[in-house]
């Protein structure tokens, strides 16, 4: 009997999960909607890109060097996309499986919601995903890479100094 109990609960857990969702999934499920911008730069168009890119040390700032790290990157924008687009993407983004993610931030303005999501792999980062969701915004960003945490908190204070000038 126990041996039945234990198998029923492995097989709820395993339809559970594969419920859930994930980036690619989303990707995937919205690139194609009506009036959905979406952008897929793969591994060789960024180095390709990298090569065009100045070296030079003195003009060098946190964006540059943090492009430099990339190598792939995911644009999925449903800001022109109809209310019903953008309501069930609001509606997978909350069944968005962020196992192995860790939260690095969140903001909640009004009815709009940033979540900024990294997936590392010992010290260093190799996915940050922003998920922005709400009625007017809806957008999905993925880059892959080798990141530092330094090159991600480098960011954000220079985007933050930005705002504030």
């Known amino acids: 009997m126990m041996k039945k109990l ?6 709820l857990l395993a339809i559970q999960l ?17 009036n959905a911008d979406y952008v897929s730069i793969p591994s060789l168009l960024m180095k390709m890109g990298r ?5 030079d040390e003195d003009k060098s700032d946190a964006g ?3 492009a430099k790290k990339i190598n792939s990157m995911k644009v999925l924008d449903l800001e022109k996309c ?13 069944e968005l499986n962020t196992d192995g993610y860790e939260e690095l931030m969140r903001v909640n303005d ?9 997936r590392e792999e010992g010290t260093t980062i190799k996915e940050v995903l922003f998920v922005c969701s709400g009625p007017e915004d809806c957008a999905l960003i993925q880059f892959t890479g080798d990141f530092k945490e330094s090159d991600i908190e480098m960011l954000v204070k220079q985007e933050t100094e930005k705002k504030h000038d």
Do not use: G, P, Y
Not at 6 to 11: S, V
Not at 19 to 31: D, I, P
Not at 82 to 94: E, G, L, P
Not at 110 to 118: A, G, P
């Open 51 to 55: 090569m065009f890119m100045d070296d």
């Open 6 to 11: 234990i198998c029923t609960a492995l097989m």
């Open 64 to 66: 540059t060097d943090l």
């Open 82 to 94: 109809s209310d019903n687009v953008k309501r069930r993407f609001m509606k997978r983004v909350n």
């Open 18 to 34: 594969s419920w859930a969702v994930n980036a690619k999934q989303l990707f995937a499920e919205f690139k194609d909607a009506e």
């Open 110 to 118: 009004e009815n709009e919601k940033v979540k900024i999501l990294i």
